[in-house]
């Protein structure tokens, strides 16, 4: 499955001065790793989040989001965010500083 290039160029701009940001082509997309944890990565025309377990439900009250589901088993805990959702600058960068937070929050790998 191919990936919208331009929402990676955009995370990729949004992070191109983070150093603990890495990017890992995944899932068919591509993954951004903050000190080795996934945060968000774009699969097809979606930025999926990496909340964490006690965010999702907070996480999916936002508009043009779902349940992360690739294999019909839900994984709580990471969300989509539909690509016509995150077109705003300041709203994808929200998404962004969320992944981030969360990814930040586990020990680096």
């Given amino acids: 499955m191919a990936y919208d290039e331009g929402l990676a160029q ?8 983070a150093p603990e940001v890495a990017e890992k082509h995944m899932f068919g997309g591509v993954a951004f790793l903050y000190r080795g944890n996934m945060a968000v990565g774009v699969t097809g025309n979606d930025l999926m989040v990496r909340v964490g377990p ?18 019909g088993r839900p994984m ?12 705003e600058d300041d709203t994808l960068g929200a998404w962004l500083d969320e992944g981030r937070a969360f990814a930040a929050s586990l020990p680096p790998k």
């Fill in 54 to 71: 006690d965010g999702t439900d907070a996480a999916l009250a936002r508009p043009g989001t779902r349940i992360f589901d690739m294999t």
């Fill in 10 to 17: 955009r995370i990729r701009e949004r992070w191109r001065t």
């Fill in 76 to 87: 709580r805990g990471w969300i989509v965010v539909d690509g016509a959702a995150v077109t």
